[in-house]
């Protein structure tokens, strides 16, 4: 008798293939669509009396089967996601699909680095809409979007990070009037001049109206009569003999609110010996390396000795 040898590869085969045909074959089980009220009631970590309360709000579905009351498994879990009172004792917070749409009011208190009363008071005051979650007032995404575009007193901490960066390229209408040493209505009266006006840019942070550094610098370059007041000078500065120096650290200041980014009695910045000897910021450097004067290091900051640069200066107008 001859027997047929079988290789264990088509031996596995063979089996697998009598196994995926057989009649007989192990079915995978059902997936589980009911539980009892007892399973939902332990997920949410509820007593007898509170689980029969919330079967008969009729949040989700419930059904009498085979004489035992059941609750949808899938009802039950698009309810959760859309309230936040209950929380189960263990698996996915609540409200995961409420708060795709909406923020409660802890959560704009937070955002907004305010008070939970304030953010009451601005809903009536503003009439921000609403919406009522199992007693709960929450504020849709969209209503809070469309508020928020129309104020720019109160901020999210990341437009405030923004704000900040914007407030120091920008001085605001006291700070310009001090700058040029008038009254304050005067500089009401320069920004609606059709003959100064259109120096200026101005942007709204926290509801009030700030002038950029750059366009007042432009102001102070495009008109010959106002000037920054020497009254705001520093003692140094107040010391320049240098009467055309002096009002180039002025504007410098006026532009960057910096007065480490001007130099002193005994050093010059590159630009301001570049300034003074009315050539490219290039042209210092290159006649620094060629020794015709030298610089120090101070901290991070380079700076040009201001005896020898001023000295040579006037040797080379004389040759």
Not at 73 to 97: M, T
Not at 137 to 152: G, M
């Amino acid at each position: 008798m001859n027997q047929v040898v079988i290789e264990e590869t088509s031996f596995e085969e063979v089996l697998s293939e009598i196994e995926e045909n057989s009649k007989y074959k192990r079915l995978s089980p059902k997936e589980k669509t009911w539980m009892t009220v007892p399973e939902m009631g332990n997920l949410l970590g509820l007593k007898k009396t509170g689980r029969y309360w919330l079967v008969q709000k009729n949040y989700f579905e419930c059904r009498e089967i085979a004489g035992q009351m059941r609750v949808n498994i899938a009802s039950f879990e698009k309810w959760y996601a859309n309230q936040v009172k209950y929380q189960k004792v263990n698996g996915e917070g609540p409200g995961k699909n409420l708060k795709k749409w909406s923020y409660s009011i802890s959560e704009v208190a937070k955002m907004l680095g305010i008070s939970e009363t304030t953010v009451y008071d601005l809903i009536k005051r503003d009439g921000i809409k609403t919406v009522t979650v199992d007693y709960w007032i929450r504020i849709p995404k969209k209503s809070f979007q469309e508020w928020y575009e129309k104020q720019s007193k109160y901020r999210t901490q990341k437009d405030r990070e923004k704000d900040k960066e914007l407030e120091g390229a920008t001085i605001t209408m006291p700070e310009m009037a001090r700058l040029l040493g008038i009254p304050r209505r005067q500089v009401y009266e320069i920004l609606k001049n059709s003959k100064y006006s259109h120096f200026f840019e101005t942007v709204v942070i926290a509801e009030k109206k700030r002038i950029t550094k750059e366009s007042f610098q432009k102001f102070l370059e495009g008109q010959d009569h106002y000037k920054l007041d020497s009254a705001n000078d520093y003692e140094e500065l107040s010391m320049e003999q240098n009467f055309s120096l002096a009002n180039y650290r002025r504007k410098k200041l006026a532009k960057t609110g910096d007065r480490s980014k001007n130099g002193n009695l005994s050093y010059l910045t590159f630009d301001e010996a570049a300034f003074l000897a009315k050539v490219s910021r290039g042209m210092i450097y290159k006649w620094m390396d060629d020794g015709k004067f030298s610089a120090v290091k101070i901290g991070n900051i380079s700076r040009v000795k201001r005896d020898e640069f001023e000295a040579w200066l006037e040797e080379r107008k004389g040759n």
